[in-house]
């Protein structure tokens, strides 16, 4: 009893926590290795050999940069008018907007939880129910993405208004000042670096997102990922993929350079005016692409109207339907899959904390953002049972090349002084690594950690398939048996957890954020008494 007495309890500080999710890997890993079967395991190895022998036959060139040119306009348009829907209504649903005109509305409110409910429902599945309207045509695909990335545009606009110093804004009210054209003076330019970072993610999320829609059937590069895996073409999707692969590091640089542009008041506004003509060019020019590609967004579609259930028929199927397997099997599949996401990054990072073991791993995070879900969860599917485990894996290691890239470019941002001096204390270059490097960013990580959270909770559904559990399955199954009731609840019910996964993610992200800040604080404090 005395050696325990004198045992120190081990403190879980943030340097840490974000290595901790890795442990679900146990548990996954073990899963997958007691299903493991060699029968589909030449078929993986032939994937990864066929990446450096890509097919440079003239058709199936031409045929990758026609699906890419889809892929790639259909992602411009859907961004852009986005990015105008989304400022605007992020703005309409800040609280400050509606204090500097003097009215005390709940009209914010309203928008905020309408905002909330659209992003709740994965473009996957707008794209699915618009299908079911609109039939098969590049509207769809656009639209699908538009309504989701619209109000998550929104939410960060007015979560950023919301917090800004007011004081400016009052004094030029105060002065005689119109409202609108003091909130455009006061508080527009303090977020244009934040809009600009955002909105350029954006742009990458878009592009995936429209190859996904094109997976499940809407065309474009997705969709010859689709066929090719069908027939086991793997040369020819490899064009496609290496295709895809050169359109995102175009898109990742060039979000690089509008993260790195100079953020001074009066080069905001420049900015602001000047990247409103473009984006307004880019959708005349998508548009017109997209019309040279033989897709005509601009003739009248056939709207074919769905008869939606009756009250009494919503009350039968719920209850029919086993509630606690579906919400716990959904949880549990955002759980495993965000510990995988968060863990993964930092635990390699530290085991390779070489800078060749890191530029290695900036390769493996954008093969892991280039390969959509689902096809890697095929991938793995080919030499294990299909469970909810590997799902998980497959979301996981998805979204662990997103965090991945956001975590070293944090670190590369840093000075390497600190690691420096542990090395010159005989520290390992692990733990140098950890407390020299990550320790300042740890925080940060975590408060985007959070956010992303209640990203992978909405795209279980592009896994539940091979889950063959949980909302996102159900939502599928549903759509295709044209079960209006069902899929009526389980949106409704997607819609409840993510309001939920929202309110605790917002609070835990402004924790670490706030700690995060304090850190910064204490350093550069630090610096200056030295």
Known sequence: MALFRKMKLVNITPTILPILPSIALIPIVISYLLGFHAGGLDVVIKFFISSTSPSLEPIVLWNAWTALQVTFSTALISWTVSSFIGIFLG??????????????????????????LLRS???????LLLLQIFGINAWVAIIAITIPYSSLVARVISSQLDVLDKRTLIALLKCGGGPLSSMISSLIPSITPTIFSYIGYRLECALRGATLLGVFGMGGIGNNLKLTLQSLQFREMWTSLWFLAIAMVIVERFTSLLRQSDSSPINNYRKLFLSSIVLIIILIFSIIWLDRLDIRLLLPENINLINLPKFSDLI??????NWINLFSHTLLLTILSAAIAIGLPPLLMMLFPTKLGHNIQSIVWSFFRLIPPPLSALLFVLTTNPNLFVAALALGIHHSGVLGRLLKE???????NQK???????????????????SQESNSYLAYA???????????????????TGLGWQLIESLS???WSELILLISCY????????????????????????????????????
């Open 450 to 468: 959070a956010y992303r959270t209640d990203i992978i909770l909405r795209e279980t559904t592009v896994v539940g398939l091979i889950g063959g």
């Open 91 to 116: 703005i309409l649903s800040s609280n400050i907007f509606w204090d500097s005109i003097g009215v005390n509305s709940f009209v914010p409110k309203i928008l905020k939880l309408v905002l909330t």
């Open 121 to 127: 429902i994965h473009e996957l599945i707008w794209g």
């Open 481 to 483: 048996s044209f079960n």
């Open 495 to 530: 819609s409840v957890i993510t309001l939920f996964g929202e309110a605790i993610s917002d609070k835990w992200r402004h924790i670490w954020l706030a700690k995060h800040n304090q850190n910064l604080t204490a350093k550069n404090f630090q610096l200056l008494i030295n």
């Open 410 to 416: 944090k670190l590369d941002q840093q000075s390497n």
């Open 316 to 321: 039968d199927t719920a209850k029919d339907m």
């Open 420 to 438: 420096v001096a542990l090395r010159s204390l005989s520290a390992s270059s692990h733990i140098a690594w950890v407390y020299g490097c990550f």
